[in-house]
């Protein structure tokens, strides 16, 4: 696949007040400035979406309709993507909880009569972009995010760490800027 049919979902997941970008945020648009020309980018704010939360249904109606409202964009926007990029600051040692009702609604998703979203999902990279007072405290929720990946077939393409805690932060971690410039290179 060409860089230029490429299409990134930005699945923005912190809880921050609207308006405010945080460590996080800032370091994924620092990578999205390197994405060559032509890849498409679409950026949305989980805790800004009306996202209800998840009913599991499995061993009793079995499947699902398919969902209206904000939850029917971030289904679209999802089927729509060919990478798919959490951008999730850690929160005691997990993540945000805009992204695990998100997760949760894949599981009403598989089950969407003629959806096959698990087989679409398996064509698709799964990316992290996060932040945290340190690495090693982010390594929960890394793995987590890797067994999503895992479980659907996606391609799992990655970690971009960086230093947060206060505000702005992240400017300041040398490493992570530099990684950040390459970070979606994937030929």
């Known amino acids: 696949m060409s860089t230029a049919t490429r299409h990134f979902l930005f699945l923005v997941t912190s809880t921050r007040e609207p308006g405010h970008v945080g460590n996080t945020e800032w370091l994924a648009r620092q990578a999205a400035a390197s994405l060559p020309e032509g890849a498409q980018q679409t950026w949305l704010q989980l805790a800004a979406m009306a996202l209800p939360p998840f009913t599991d249904q499995r061993h009793t109606a079995g499947q699902y309709p398919l ?3 904000d939850m ?10 060919t990478d798919i990029v959490f951008v999730s600051p850690v929160y005691w040692y997990s993540i ?3 992204l695990k009702t998100y997760l949760d609604h894949w599981s009403a998703w598989m089950r969407v009569p003629g959806l096959a979203f698990k087989e679409a999902m398996g064509q698709k990279r799964l990316w992290l972009v996060s932040t945290s007072g340190d690495r090693a405290k982010a390594q929960p929720m890394i793995d987590s995010v890797q067994l ?3 479980f659907l077939a996606m391609q799992w ?3 971009l760490w960086g230093k947060g805690g206060p505000p702005n932060a992240v400017a300041g971690d040398a490493d992570a800027l530099a990684a950040a410039a390459g970070f979606f290179r994937t030929e």
């Open 72 to 81: 029917k964009t971030l289904l679209d926007a999802t089927m729509a993507a």
């Open 96 to 98: 945000p909880a805009p």
């Open 157 to 159: 393409s990655g970690v």
């Open 148 to 150: 999503c990946a895992g």
């Open 67 to 69: 969902p209206e409202g």
